[in-house]
Every structure is written in C-alpha cells, then in structure tokens.
C-alpha cells in the first residue's frame, strides 16, 4: 500500500502472473475507491498495488507536489470547511424552544442551496452548510437536539430527498442513520448511540396472531377481522383531510400511537396530527393509498411522507418487499406523480 506522495510513481513493479516490470508511473490506473485506487499491470491488468488518496493535510504538507487542479480542489476545500464552521449548529442553546410532548423532526434538503434543513412543521429549526455523506454530521446534530429537547423528541425522520447528500456512496451510512434514529427514539443523554445498531427483530408466534418486539411491545395483525376493519374510520377522500396553510414545502410524517383498544396510525405535520386510523401489522398496503389522497388534497406541495422507526414494526410487518415498497412511493411523492393535473 502507498502513500500518494510518496515514490510509488519512482518504485519497480514485477507482475507475478506475466513478468512484465516498470515503474508504477507506467502502470494503469485500476478501480478506485472512496480512500484509494488500484495500480494495474499494463499488459495483463493484473493488480500490483494500492495507492492512497491523500488527506487535506498531507496535500497542504507536500504543496509543491500538488497539481495546479488539485490546488484549486483543496482551496476550495478549506473555504468551505471555514464557511461550514461559521454556520453549523454547535449548542443546544443556538435551538429554538419548541411546544409538544411528542416531537418527530424531519432531516430535509434544499438542493439549489445544498442546506440541511431540519423541519418540524412548517417551523424550520435549523440550517446549516450540507456535505456529500453527510451521515456522520447527521449523528452530531441528533445529539444536540436530544439535548435541547429531551424525551420529548421522538425521532429525527431523513426526508427522501436527502438520503442521495446524507449516504453518498458509503455502504454503513444507512445502518448509522438507523442507529441513530434508533438512540434518538429510546436513548438518553447518558448512552450515546453505539457504534453497532441492533435493529428491531419481529416475530411472529407459532400458536396465536400475537406479533412481538424485541422492546416487549406487543401488536396485533391477524386477530382482528376484515369485518371488524371495515366499522374503523378510514381515509378514503381527500374531503376528510384538513387544510394546510403553507408557502412552503410540506413533509409529512407517518407516525404510530397508542390509543386505548389499538395502535393507530398517525399523519403528523408538526404538532398536529391530521388524519389517524387503526393500525395493523404489515399494513404497508396502506401506505400508498393514503400517500394518493394527501397529495391529491395538497398537491405537488407535498414532498415526502416519512415513516418514524417507531411506526417500522406493524407498517413493514414480515413482508420483506415492503420497505421498498413504501420506498418507492416516496419516490412518486417527490416526483408529484399523485398530485392533480393542473
């Protein structure tokens, strides 16, 4: 393995599997990587070695080996970091006070200003400086807010539309986001989230309908009938919903609570929940007729709709489709496929 600085473009090379030799100047460029590229034989392409890219620190200690291009990279690198420190969230007393007992935030992303913006409603309640793979910085700000606001906050929901700066091309980025989520909805300020998540596992008993959690909270699927279903409440027009009065996007939350006979599922837009029905384990096949109607009533206003951690157990049930399912038609949120013609 070399440093990118170092002599490897000077060093000889010998191919074991074909005898040709040079130096790694004369060698072809392989697969690349986040933190290295691949040196390749040039007559068999069979792999010689691996060359590190180098740190913003290791190209400011070797400047005149620098390209005039790579010189414009770091540059620009060290403005932007100069320019992130000055606008980043850093204090839970830089936090608004916010109302409700029963907080779930939502990670959004504004594209043309490439922000982070974190929404609770229509309340923005922080923005900052967005940077590709930013699910470390999403760890960073989670416990900050679990600062400020406590037991109160619930979740902190990544809008659809930022998972693309949030993951990158990292492939734990999204068991961190889950981790973290995971803290935020259960943990203390005493317990950071752990390095490893334990996701919640759902099993189903063998000689009843009951559906268990590893957080011993119990749900019912099967036990109901459709009969029973059918005498619930449900949305089935867009003239049961409320009116929102935004200039702003609208993200919305897909939440669950406990009512007295049943859990419910609850459509969240800040402190207000604005539709909520019986929930029911594997009841994805909701997801998509509800997700039609909100974007019928609001249009192409409506951006996302996000499940929180807590809603995961009875939305995604034992289907192992689902999640993508519901996946998917965040996607035709975003792209306002449900939303009226004009």
Known sequence: MADYYGTWKEDTYVCDKCSWEGT???????????????????????????????????????????SDQDKIIVLAHEQLTKDFETKCLNSPEELPDVDGDHLVFVWDFIWDDYLAIIRFGEKVIWREPAFYEGYTRFREVAIILKEKYGERLKDLAPAQRSYNALLGDSFSADETIQMVR???????????????????????????????????????????????????PRLYTTKQLPEIKSDDDLVLVWDEIESENSPQIAIRYGNTIIW????????????????????????????????????????????????????????????????PNP
């Open 24 to 66: 790694g100047e004369q060698c072809t460029q392989g697969e690349m990587f986040k933190d290295l590229f691949e040196i390749n034989c040039p007559s068999c392409q069979e792999r010689l070695d691996v060359v590190l890219y180098p740190t913003i620190e290791e190209s400011c200690a070797n400047w005149d080996k620098v």
């Open 276 to 339: 909520k029905e019986y929930s029911y384990f594997g009841c994805f096949n909701r997801f998509e007729p509800i997700a039609i109607l909100l974007q019928q009533k609001y249009g192409a206003k409506l951006k996302d709709l996000i499940p929180t951690r807590s809603s995961e157990i009875n939305l995604y049930g034992d289907q192992r489709n689902a999640e993508g399912i519901v996946s998917g038609v965040q996607g035709n949120i975003w792209m306002s496929r449900y939303a």
């Open 182 to 232: 995971n803290w935020v909805g259960q943990g203390n300020l005493c317990d950071l989230p752990p390095e490893k998540v334990t996701l919640q596992r759902v099993e189903k008993s063998r000689n009843n309908n009951e559906v268990k959690s590893d957080s011993n909270k119990t749900t019912f699927g099967d036990t109901r009938s459709t009969q029973s279903l059918s005498n619930l």
